[in-house]
């Protein structure tokens, strides 16, 4: 079964009872634009929508990919605006933990800032040698949202979480292995193969258990202070600094900082 979207490839495997979903911006990385964010959105509730029609478990896992060279290079940044107000972006970054079943990050490439964030949100993530991981947003001068950093620091511990986020270094996938932001890596070759007889493994499995483990783990972590987050990532949206790196970024230069 596929459905039509414009930057995602949505698709659900009835036999195996696995869905798909595709970041589809090849010439930008999978950067998530509105339109993918609402379209990742849509993508998971059609999914919902499989679970209801069938009464039950209709969907016994989910893989998240990107095509081309990245996972995804996080937020648009050409989209960035100054001043807009925050409505809720970091929607599309829960949404791989929102939906009940297993979801699996499939990762080939970049996976940077909200990228990395959406990557955290999803249940397991199994990578390929050449991937990349990193929060970028520190050189835009704003933190990373979406619960990123709460994921991170669960999943990394504190020390290491906040020398990611304030140095925004890119480490390789045998680190991420290390630091725990990835569970295994294969090579390019290998990689679809292993996400495959993984999730089949998953979708082999009694599907209410699989979604209660998941859930008593996910119990575990404790709620973001969204609001701070928020109310801070707001703050420096307003910042001059910010403004200088959208800008730099956009006219391909280096950006002068003035902590202003
Ligand atoms: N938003 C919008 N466009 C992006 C993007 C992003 N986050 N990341 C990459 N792109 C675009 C580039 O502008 C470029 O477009 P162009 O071909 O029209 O010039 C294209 O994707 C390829 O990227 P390029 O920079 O040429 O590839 P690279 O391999 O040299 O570098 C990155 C890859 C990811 C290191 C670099 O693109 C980068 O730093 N991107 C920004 C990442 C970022 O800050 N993300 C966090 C946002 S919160």
Not at 70 to 75: D, E, I, L, P
Request: aromatic content about 6%; glycine content about 10%.
């Amino acid at each position: 079964m596929r459905q039509e979207f414009e930057t995602i490839q949505w698709s659900f495997d009835e036999s195996r009872g696995v869905g798909r979903i595709v970041l589809d911006r090849p010439d930008s990385l999978n950067a998530l634009s509105g339109t993918i964010r609402r379209e990742i959105i849509e993508g998971f509730a059609e999914f919902e929508r499989l679970d209801e029609a069938a009464d039950g478990v209709a969907v016994r896992a989910v893989v998240v990919s990107g095509a081309g060279d990245a996972f995804c290079a996080g937020a648009d940044v050409t989209e960035f605006a100054e001043g807009t107000e925050l409505t809720h972006p970091e929607l599309v970054y829960e949404a791989p933990s929102e939906f009940a079943g297993p979801v699996v990050a499939e990762i080939d490439g970049y996976c940077l800032g909200g990228g990395l964030v959406f990557a955290l949100h999803c249940d397991i993530r199994l990578a390929s040698e050449r991937s990349e991981f990193g929060l970028p947003e520190v050189d835009l001068g704003i933190p990373a949202i979406g619960g990123g950093l709460g994921a991170l620091r669960a999943t990394v511990g504190p020390g290491r979480a906040k020398r990611l986020a304030v140095t925004g270094e890119r480490v390789d996938a045998e680190q991420a292995a290390t630091d725990g932001i990835v569970d295994e890596v294969y090579s390019r070759e290998t990689l679809s193969a292993a996400v495959d007889e993984l999730v089949d493994t998953i979708a082999s499995k009694p599907p209410l258990a699989v979604r209660s483990s998941l859930d008593i783990v996910d119990a575990y972590r404790s709620a973001p202070p969204e609001q701070f987050e928020r109310r801070e990532s707001q703050r420096l949206r307003e910042s001059e600094d910010y403004r200088e790196a959208v800008a730099a970024f956009r006219e391909d230069r280096e950006p002068e900082f003035t902590g202003q």
